[in-house]
């Protein structure tokens, strides 16, 4: 199982960054895909995650209605849209692939996102 991250920089509260992560090594569409993110000092956090059966998703509360995350199965790639962004949104994002929720859960090596106030 490889995950690769992409798409993170330094951005401008109020801007969009879409964050890519490109897997490779497993069959993906039968997989859940999540990100997760870790501030500096704070515990990691799961930010979305998209199921592999009927693409439903699930957001913490603090994401609700500025980040999207999709998926598309014929690229192997799963996507986090992030809009209005807020300095608080600052920190390491890791992509995660698990088979289902009690499987094991492989990880990216996280992209830095970065927003400046």
């Known amino acids: 199982v490889q995950l690769v991250e992409s798409g993170g920089g330094l951005v401008q509260a109020g801007g969009s960054l879409r964050l890519s992560c490109a897997a490779s090594?497993?069959?993906?569409?039968?997989?859940?895909m999540s990100w997760y993110r870790q501030a500096p000092g704070k515990e990691r956090e799961l930010v979305a995650r998209?199921?592999?059966?009927?693409?439903?998703?699930n957001y913490v509360d603090s994401v609700k209605g500025r980040f999207t995350i999709s998926r598309d199965n014929a690229k192997n790639t799963v996507y986090l849209q992030m809009n209005s962004l807020k300095p608080e949104d600052t920190a390491v994002y890791y992509c995660?692939?698990?088979?289902?929720?009690?499987?094991?859960?492989?990880w990216g090596p996280g992209t830095q996102v970065t927003v400046s106030s």
């Open positions: 090594g497993f069959t993906f569409s039968n997989y859940i």
């Open positions: 995660t692939a698990r088979r289902t929720m009690v499987t094991i859960q492989f």
């Open positions: 998209i199921f592999s059966v009927g693409g439903s998703t």
